[in-house]
């Protein structure tokens, strides 16, 4: 197990362009140089196409919500001081298909529908208040 469990790994080497977007304050995705597909989750080949190494690039940050949950209770113990929030799939503007496991910030639950606009925002994804945190993207209903 991971010592920071249940953090994600910013050093992780497919993932570590997202991570290192994220904490300059953008979202960025891997997109095949071959036939221009958005990579997610990140490979080390095109899953559309077999092109080797897409080539991460910045994107907008907006889409639409798919689906969310409200998670009330935490399942494991690093958890327990986030209960509860609001866990969603966010499918981007660029290729909705992609759809980002996010957390849902900045909306009552009973305010969120399937298609509501949704854009990014960067917060610290931290489970224990003395403990590590990463800056990781979250999305909140967007203004206007």
Same mark, same amino acid.
């Given at each position: 197990?991971?010592?920071?469990?249940?953090?994600?790994?910013?050093?992780?080497?497919?993932?570590?362009?997202?991570?290192?977007?994220?904490?300059a304050?953008?979202?960025?995705?891997?997109?095949?140089?071959?036939?221009?597909?958005?990579?997610?989750?990140?490979?080390?080949?095109?899953?559309?196409?077999?092109?080797? *190494?897409? /080539?991460?690039?910045? %994107? =907008? $940050?907006?889409?639409? &919500?798919?689906?969310?949950?409200? @998670? !009330?209770?935490?399942?494991?113990?690093?958890? *327990?001081? /986030?209960?509860?929030? %609001? =866990? $969603?799939?966010?499918? &981007?503007t660029?290729?909705?298909? @992609? !759809?980002?496991?996010?957390?849902?910030?900045? *909306?009552?639950?009973?305010?969120?529908?399937v298609?509501?606009?949704?854009?990014?925002?960067?917060?610290?994804l !931290?489970?224990?208040?003395?403990?590590?945190?990463?800056?990781?993207?979250?999305?909140?209903?967007?203004?206007?």
């Amino acid at each position: 197990m991971h010592p920071q469990f249940p953090l994600p790994d910013p050093g992780d080497e497919l993932t570590r362009p997202f991570w290192a977007a994220a904490a300059a304050g953008h979202l960025a995705m891997p997109r095949c140089r071959r036939c221009r597909g958005l990579v997610w989750y990140p490979e080390p080949s095109c899953p559309a196409c077999g092109s080797p *190494a897409p /080539a991460w690039e910045p %994107v =907008a $940050g907006t889409g639409t &919500l798919y689906t969310w949950t409200v @998670v !009330r209770h935490a399942f494991l113990p690093a958890f *327990a001081a /986030a209960v509860p929030f %609001v =866990a $969603g799939l966010v499918a &981007l503007t660029e290729d909705p298909a @992609v !759809r980002l496991v996010t957390r849902i910030v900045g *909306a009552d639950p009973s305010d969120l529908a399937v298609d509501l606009p949704m854009e990014v925002t960067f917060g610290e994804l !931290r489970y224990e208040a003395d403990g590590p945190a990463v800056t990781a993207p979250f999305f909140r209903p967007a203004a206007g």
